[in-house]
């Protein structure tokens, strides 16, 4: 059996919403150390409020910066909700007339599937046509991090075959920093630098590392693994039962 990856920097899952964002911070930060610039945060759980969710990441870029909506009432509730915004920061809603320069960082927060030629474009901007999102010699461009997108239900907006390939093709010039999802029996998790793990709930609160991973594994890789480490313990659906009362 191969050895399983270690969890290094950090061998916990969060255990509220607080502190994912305090991970996802740090993870951003160290993955801009390394030196990528192109950066994907997915924090995956119900009911997130884009206001709420994304107000904490504003540390993450160094002014001048733009935050940029999908909408504008999505815009309209952040400014509501945050107040006033530290000096050199901007608030907008991505339209057809966005046009960052390259020496503001830029934080899109769940952009939408049908902008993705806007937000592409402000991202090719801010990286002065650089897709690669990474430092390299006598070239710093300014961080461009994706807070959750909303870019993977291409085919239930009428969007072909090609469309979904440029949707892959976009988001793979981005390093995960930061991904959680919480699942029926467990949760997908990524903080850089360490591996991708899936993690299985022994009871409430309670999570162990099943196997980690080098890349995102699939759904049906996760599925499988859950699946294989229930036929293991046959005990396990009553640990839970009980685990839940």
């Given amino acids: 059996m191969a050895e399983q990856l270690q969890l290094t920097q950090f061998p916990n899952l969060?255990?509220?919403?607080?502190?994912?964002?305090?991970?996802?911070?740090q993870a951003t930060r160290l993955a801009m150390q390394a030196g990528y610039r192109r950066l994907l945060i997915e924090i995956l759980a119900p009911d997130?409020?884009?206001?709420?969710?994304?107000?904490?990441?504003?540390?993450?870029?160094?002014?001048?910066?733009?935050?940029?909506?999908?909408d504008a009432g999505g815009a309209a509730l952040a400014q509501r909700e945050w107040g006033s915004l530290p000096e050199g920061i901007e608030l907008q809603s991505l339209t057809s007339r966005t046009q960052p320069t390259p020496e503001q960082s830029l934080l899109l927060v769940m952009p939408a599937v049908y902008s993705l030629d806007q937000v592409e474009r402000v991202c090719q901007a801010v990286s002065g046509g650089d897709p690669s999102g990474l430092t390299s010699k006598g070239r710093d461009p300014k961080p461009v991090v994706l807070l959750n997108p909303q870019l993977q239900d291409a085919a239930t907006v009428g969007v072909g075959l090609a469309g979904r390939r440029l949707r892959q093709r976009f988001l793979s010039t981005f390093e995960t920093s930061y991904y959680l999802r919480s699942l029926v029996e467990g949760a997908l998790f990524r903080a850089y630098p360490d591996p991708w793990s899936v993690w299985q709930q022994e009871e409430p609160g309670l999570y162990s590392v099943l196997k980690t991973f080098i890349a995102?594994?699939?759904?049906?890789?996760?599925?499988?693994?859950?699946?294989a480490s229930?036929?293991?313990?046959?005990?396990?659906?009553?640990?839970r039962w009980l685990g839940s009362l």
């Avoid at 997130?48 to 999908?70: C, G, H, M, T």
Wanted: aromatic share 10%.
């Fill in 48 to 70: 997130i409020k884009p206001e709420v969710l994304s107000r904490p990441f504003l540390e993450l870029l160094q002014p001048p910066a733009l935050v940029l909506f999908s």
């Fill in 14 to 25: 969060p255990i509220d919403l607080a502190q994912a964002c305090e991970q996802a911070i």
């Fill in 230 to 239: 229930k036929g293991k313990d046959p005990w396990w659906s009553w640990r």
């Fill in 216 to 227: 995102q594994p699939t759904g049906e890789e996760v599925a499988e693994l859950f699946r």
